[in-house]
């Protein structure tokens, strides 16, 4: 992200950067990244990135994203966003935390399995 922001210089989106890095789901260590745009719309993002070929327990990728703002589903429609910074760090986190298979997966992590 880091080169895309050097090359694009002052064209560059204003974002707020509210966590960034590596984030383990239930076994799959993927990236995060959350940012606030300037008209206050959250843009989250978690992906995992496997292997081609990869099985059900394990897929080639997982992309999750959160967007506040939402207006007849148009990101950044709304005229504010119905949460806070720390609210919408915390439905993201329960959200991801939700991201499980429902009943028992060959190969899937113990976490993440819903029902046991």
């Known amino acids: 992200m880091a080169d895309r922001k050097r090359e694009a210089g002052s064209r560059y989106p204003k974002l707020t950067t509210l966590r960034e890095g590596r984030k383990n789901v239930h076994g ?5 990244s959350l940012v606030r745009r300037a008209d206050g719309t959250h843009d ?3 992906m995992f990135i496997g292997e081609n070929g990869g099985s059900v ?6 992309d999750v994203t959160m967007h506040t703002k939402v207006m007849a589903d148009r990101i950044g429609a709304a005229p504010a966003s119905s ?5 919408a760090i915390a439905l993201w986190d329960k959200l991801l935390d939700g991201l499980k298979f429902r009943v028992a ?5 113990a976490e993440a399995i819903a029902i046991k």
Do not use: H, Q, Y
């Open 44 to 46: 989250f993002e978690w």
């Open 28 to 32: 799959w260590n993927g990236e995060e």
């Open 57 to 62: 327990a394990r897929p080639g990728n997982l």
């Open 83 to 87: 949460l806070s910074d720390e609210e």
């Open 105 to 109: 997966v060959p190969g899937a992590p």
